[in-house]
Each structure stands twice: as structure tokens, then as C-alpha cells.
């Protein structure tokens, strides 16, 4: 049986997803993609899945994300399963058509959140003097 593992990161949040031979179903973090509220989340995860058609009918896909918000974690399930897709098709077609809709699909967004820095609430704001 044929399986594919794939894995990718936002912010902090970290998506796992395994892919394997099926009838088409999609869970996420164990809940069926169809019942994932809300729907911002669910439509920016099925992206990927819109794009690769009918492939999508002949694997299962669960993925599993933790950390971050809710929205790193979609963004880092939605690549995960763009590459592992990628992967599986082995098709130069569907890299091409994902990386022209949206380079994000397969390549990691680098951002970080700035550190918290001494003597101020966030990592640029500063305690204000009066003395001036």
C-alpha cells in the first residue's frame, strides 16, 4: 500500500499529513474537513485539494497540526498537503499549478514573531518618559 508523509510549519504551528490510498476522504485533526468550522479555515485548507481535481478521489489524507492559532495551523496543513499531493503525482503539471496560483502552497512562510524586548510591552513599544 502505497503511503505518503509530508510535514510544514507556520509561525508556530506544525502540520503533519499522511496520504494514503482511498475513496477521497479528508480529516483534520481527526474531524472530517466537510464538519471543520469555521469556514474561512475550511475553504483556505481545501484550496490544494480544489486544484488537484480528481486525484483527490483516489487518496485518503489525515493531518494532524499543533501550536499557533488556528490560522497557522490551516496555513501550515494547507502546504503540507499541497507537497505531500506534489509527492504523490509525482507530476510536474500540479507543482507548476500551485506554485502560479499561490507559492505558499509549497514554499514555507519564514515569518517570525519579534521578540518581546526589556523595559516595554512589545517588542517595539517602549515605556514612555515625561521628563521631556
Not at 489525515?62 to 502546504?79: K, L
Amino acid at each position: 500500500m502505497k503511503m505518503v508523509l509530508a510535514s510544514a510549519r507556520r509561525k508556530t504551528a506544525r502540520a503533519r499529513v499522511i496520504l494514503r490510498e482511498g475513496r477521497g476522504r479528508i480529516f483534520i485533526n481527526g474531524t472530517p474537513l466537510e464538519l471543520l468550522e469555521p469556514e474561512v479555515i475550511r475553504l483556505k485548507i481545501m484550496e490544494p485539494v480544489r486544484l488537484a481535481g480528481k486525484l483527490v478521489q483516489q487518496v485518503d489524507i489525515y493531518a494532524e497540526a499543533e501550536g499557533g492559532g488556528i490560522v497557522g495551523q490551516a496555513s501550515a496543513i494547507r502546504t503540507a498537503i499541497a507537497r505531500a499531493l506534489v509527492e504523490w503525482s509525482g507530476s510536474e503539471e500540479l507543482k507548476k499549478l500551485y506554485l502560479t496560483y499561490d507559492r505558499r502552497l509549497l514554499v514555507e512562510d519564514p515569518r517570525q514573531t519579534e521578540p518581546k524586548k526589556p523595559r516595554g510591552r512589545s517588542a517595539r513599544a517602549k515605556r514612555q518618559k515625561s521628563y521631556r
